[in-house]
T-cell receptor, first 111, second 112 residues
Framework: GEDVEQSLFLSVREGDSSVINCTYTDSSSTYLYWYKQEPGAGLQLLTYIFSNMDMKQDQRLTVLLNKKDKHLSLRIADTQTGDSAIYFC???????????FGAGTQVVVTP | DTEVTQTPKHLVMGMTNKKSLKCEQHMGHRAMYWYKQKAKKPPELMFVYSYEKLSINESVPSRFSPECPNSSLLNLHLHALQPEDSALYLCATAGTGGGEQYFGPGTRLTVT
């Protein structure tokens, strides 16, 4: 089965906060990432967190990491229609930078 | 500059054609990657180059042939592809150890 798991769909109203959750299994992961993919586009690196951190904030984005539970979350404050996309959680699994992706969470922002 | 460029943007090829996908970066990154992404699925790693040497081949069929002519360029040569190879092909680059990986916009490949 997949080593990284995410819920598949999230619907949120414009202006509300979105929270996307992810669980991973490799306790030796050094980096954990959030990527955004809009239709027909490549993956945009939104943010990442080192495994020795608990939290990282970057403008509207807040990443929380619970290493004990192997749980990662991405909070988007004041969600906008432009935030509608697929969000992938990923962990770096080896020294070559091989990424293990989750299945992706489709976020739909409604007016 | 955090840009990775890929050409062409779209490619339609027959099963007997030979074509190449190109990826270019000027971030000074020494690790470069090819991924394949099918619709509504996450990217799957195909190849990793580190310092222009092939480091990882994820058991990719020989009809896909990667090449890294220099530290800025990565090619993927295609020959005798099958319709099931139709997908979005993504290039990514990262610094040593693959910390922050930046992806290009991809090439949408259709095999007829």
């Amino acid at each position: 089965g997949e080593d990284v798991e995410q819920s598949l769909f999230l619907s949120v109203r414009e202006g509300d906060s979105s929270v996307i959750n992810c669980t991973y299994t490799d306790s030796s992961s050094t980096y954990l990432y959030w990527y955004k993919q809009e239709p027909g586009a490549g993956l945009q690196l939104l943010t990442y967190i080192f495994s020795n951190m608990d939290m990282k904030q970057d403008q509207r984005l807040t990443v929380l990491l619970n290493k004990k539970d192997k749980h990662l979350s991405l909070r988007i404050a004041d969600t906008q229609t432009g935030d509608s996309a697929i969000y992938f959680c990923a962990e770096k699994t080896d020294s070559w930078g091989k990424l293990q992706f989750g299945a992706g969470t489709q976020v739909v922002v409604t007016p | 500059d955090t840009e990775v460029t890929q050409t062409p943007k779209h490619l339609v090829m027959g099963m007997t054609n030979k074509k190449s996908l190109k990826c270019e970066q000027h971030m000074g990154h020494r690790a470069m990657y090819w991924y394949k992404q099918k619709a509504k699925k996450p990217p799957e790693l195909m190849f990793v180059y580190s310092y222009e040497k092939l480091s990882i081949n994820e058991s990719v069929p020989s009809r896909f042939s990667p090449e890294c002519p220099n530290s800025s360029l990565l090619n993927l040569h295609l020959h005798a592809l099958q319709p099931e190879d139709s997908a979005l092909y993504l290039c990514a680059t990262a610094g040593t150890g693959g910390g922050e990986q930046y992806f290009g916009p991809g090439t949408r490949l259709t095999v007829t």
